[in-house]
Every structure is written in structure tokens, then in C-alpha cells.
């Protein structure tokens, strides 16, 4: 295996089950071909992103199916010895520890979106460095994956949404236009604090 990241080893397509996990990687693979077909095409707008929800109990193999769906996307049409997309995929979690198990670069949701604890009103320096910052990055990835999302309530998700949409200004609203987004966690987990869980019963 090839390292990625300092000495966290990358996972592969052949490191997986051909069950939930390969069938996941599979997925992500198939929908960075077609958003990369229609993209050379101009057709960009048309692309149907991914919504998944990837989840499972606690060592049923998660953290890997997501490493080897981000080393994936990272290193598509990468040739051997070429430059590996590390702007491909934004990956954040609910506080810094699982942000640090996630490893590949990853950060808080805080950090990641620059979302407060409290009130999350419109960037007023849109030309700081943090704003521009965040900006190049989110035009830059194609997938952003959240972790732990047990611990994700609807306000954080909310700011998170809003946040977006301030950096890519989509014009029919619709938030992570044209990018990929994973959810992963184990909804019997950590619950969201001082929050609303993201879907409700009923």
C-alpha cells in the first residue's frame, strides 16, 4: 500500500468487501466518471451529485471505505509519479478528535466551513485570506464527506448549508451544487449537543 498522507496507508478498491463497502467506492467512482464527462462537455449543470449516507456500527469498516472512496478521487487520472488532487475532497467532523481519526487532511466542521457556535451571519470580509481561503478550496473539490454525523445537528448542518451557498452563490439554490457529499457515521452514536438530530421520526 502506498502512503497518502505522512505514514497513514492508503486503502484501495482491492482492500474492500465487494459488499456495502466496495459497493460504496464503486458508487463514488461511477458518479466522478459522469460528473467528469459532463464537465468536459460544458454540461456541468445537469450533474445529479451524490447524497449517500454510509452507516454502520462501530468497526464494521467505515473510516476505511471512506479512506479508500477519498484516495480514489484524489488520485483519479493520476499516472504513477504524477501530482495527486488533494483539493479533490473536503473532509470534516464534529470536534477535533474525530476529525483527527479521520485522518487525509481532515478538520473540524468549524474550521473546515467557518461556522461559529453561535450566531452564523454573512462573511462580512469576503476578501479576507480565511474567506478566499475556503472559497478555492470549495470550487476546487468535487466530494466533501462528514463524519461522526450522528454528532451533526440541523442548526450545524444549517450553517454549514448556508456558509456554502454564501462561497459558491448557486443560482437555484440548491446547496453543494455540483459536489458529492458522504455522510458517514453511526446514527446509534454521540447524539448532536444542544441540537436537533438532522431527521426526525414521523
Known sequence: KKSVRGNVPAVLRSD???EGQGFFADICEYKAAERESL???GLL???EALRCFLAGTAGSGKSTTVRAGVHARRHRGVSEGGAVDEDAC???APTGCASFQMK???ATIHRTYGVPCGFCGPTKDQTSDSFMGRLNKMRRATMCVFDEFSMIGR???GKVVFRVNELLKPRDGVPFK???V???GDPKQAQPVCDEFLHKPG
Open 39 to 41: 464537465e468536459r462537455s
Open 90 to 92: 473536503i473532509l470534516a
Open 104 to 106: 487525509y487532511g481532515a
Open 155 to 157: 442548526q450545524m448542518l
Open 178 to 180: 455540483g459536489k458529492d
Open 182 to 184: 458522504v455522510f458517514a
Open 45 to 47: 449543470d445537469r450533474y
Open 16 to 18: 474492500l468487501d465487494d
